[in-house]
């Protein structure tokens, strides 16, 4: 089955987001019951299929989500920032996994993991420019 690049950009989005909800539901935060964990290990399960990682791969890339995911929680859980502050220490954080996941990727599994990073951002600026931007 061919999944369609709009679903891998969601996969692959979700992926990171998900290490902090995994967190934050562990800790009693989420607010709908827990399974925080279980939604990661599926998101994760999809982005290693949709790319076609090896055991070798997965298990790299899973470490660098499960390193992390603390500071992704602190970040969440550190009050005294502002939204915008947040977000962009959001960015920096991404970033510096996506580097660490990108270098572990072959070249044709960054080529389709960018791609999904490029529709995920214009989705993003659309939501955003819908007022679906901050709280």
Do not use: C, H, Y
Not at 12 to 30: C, H, K, N
Not at 44 to 70: R, V, Y
């Amino acid at each position: 089955m061919k999944f369609p690049s709009s679903l891998l950009a969601v996969l692959l989005s979700s992926t990171f987001a998900l290490t902090g909800v995994q967190a934050q539901d562990q800790s009693g935060g989420g607010g709908n019951g827990g399974g925080g964990g279980d939604r990661m290990q599926r998101r994760f399960d999809e982005m290693k299929t949709n790319l076609g990682l090896s055991e070798d791969q997965a298990t790299k890339i899973q470490a660098i989500m499960k390193e992390n995911a603390p500071a992704m929680q602190a970040l969440r859980d550190d009050t005294s920032l502002s939204q915008e502050d947040k977000r962009a220490k959001f960015q920096e954080l991404r970033k510096k996994a996506d580097e660490q996941i990108g270098a572990i990727l072959t070249p044709e599994q960054k080529t389709k993991w960018e791609a999904a990073r490029k529709e995920r951002e214009e989705r993003r600026k659309q939501r955003q420019g819908n007022g679906g931007g901050g709280q």
